[in-house]
């Protein structure tokens, strides 16, 4: 079957940089994808990685390696907005809709 | 262009009860999607469909109907409520459903069921 994994809460100060990782477990790999909700918000997409490396999009990056399935996303100059909740995602192999982690919550300190 | 809208905002029914929560996407996508959303989880599939007039189960179909007769309105209905049914439904649309399809979601209906 699969499987993602991902911290539950990362702590980080303002104007810093923070690191969300994921990990996965998946029979077949297509991609991974990192949405981004704020409270009582809808999802939003940020990034999608199908190859090893390195995207990056203004302040966020997201990072791919698939020989470790692992994955993660890094956000820059960290501001007061960016606290939220932080989803990787990949596709099932079989009816090939997402699947999603349990989410990571970004709390930003001052 | 309003994206994708969900209707009701908010909802608590008795146990038993029935009720429908409607999609409505104005970006003539052609793919839809319901999910569930429970505290400390994430996103759960409950049903999707590809196209105009079709649908499909997803991970956590049971005591779900869902509808796609038009191509921007897709139907999610709870014929007999239950608690374990009181979650945050979102609905989402994409393109095409391929590799880097892009999900956009509507604001999401909080159901309370008692």
């Given at each position: 079957?699969?499987?993602?994994?991902?911290?539950?809460?990362?702590?980080?100060?303002?104007?810093?940089?923070?690191?969300?990782?994921?990990?996965?477990?998946?029979?077949?790999?297509?991609?991974?994808?990192?949405?981004?909700?704020?409270?009582?918000?809808?999802?939003?997409?940020?990034?999608?990685?199908?190859?090893?490396?390195?995207?990056?999009?203004?302040?966020?990056?997201?990072?791919?390696?698939?020989?470790?399935?692992?994955?993660?996303?890094?956000?820059?100059?960290?501001?007061?907005?960016?606290?939220?909740?932080?989803?990787?995602?990949?596709?099932?192999?079989?009816?090939?809709?997402?699947?999603?982690?349990?989410?990571?919550?970004?709390?930003?300190k001052p | 262009n309003a994206g994708v809208t969900q209707t009701p905002k908010f909802r608590v029914l008795k146990t038993g009860q029935s009720m429908t929560l409607l999609c409505a996407q104005d970006m003539n996508h052609e793919y839809?999607?319901?999910?569930?959303?429970?505290?400390?989880?994430?996103?759960?599939?409950?049903?999707?469909?590809?196209?105009?007039?079709?649908?499909?189960?997803?991970?956590?179909?049971?005591?779900?109907?869902?509808?796609?007769?038009?191509?921007?309105?897709?139907?999610?209905?709870?014929?007999?409520?239950?608690?374990?049914?009181?979650?945050?439904?979102?609905?989402?649309?994409?393109?095409?459903?391929?590799?880097?399809?892009?999900?956009?979601?509507?604001?999401?209906?909080?159901?309370?069921?008692?």
């Amino acid at each position: 079957g699969q499987s993602l994994e991902q911290p539950s809460e990362v702590t980080a100060v303002e104007g810093a940089i923070v690191q969300i990782n994921c990990t996965y477990q998946t029979s077949g790999f297509y991609g991974l994808s990192w949405y981004q909700q704020h409270d009582g918000g809808a999802p939003t997409f940020l990034s999608y990685n199908a190859l090893d490396g390195l995207e990056e999009t203004g302040r966020f990056s997201s990072f791919l390696s698939r020989s470790d399935s692992y994955g993660y996303l890094l956000l820059q100059e960290l501001q007061m907005k960016d606290s939220a909740s932080y989803f990787c995602a990949v596709r099932d192999h079989s009816n090939y809709q997402l699947i999603w982690g349990a989410g990571t919550k970004l709390i930003i300190k001052p | 262009n309003a994206g994708v809208t969900q209707t009701p905002k908010f909802r608590v029914l008795k146990t038993g009860q029935s009720m429908t929560l409607l999609c409505a996407q104005d970006m003539n996508h052609e793919y839809m999607y319901w999910y569930r959303q429970d505290p400390g989880m994430g996103l759960r599939l409950i049903h999707y469909s590809v196209g105009e007039g079709t649908t499909a189960k997803g991970e956590v179909p049971d005591g779900y109907n869902v509808s796609r007769l038009k191509k921007q309105n897709f139907l999610l209905g709870l014929e007999s409520a239950a608690p374990s049914q009181t979650s945050v439904y979102f609905c989402a649309s994409s393109q095409a459903g391929g590799h880097s399809d892009t999900q956009y979601f509507g604001p999401g209906t909080r159901l309370t069921v008692l």
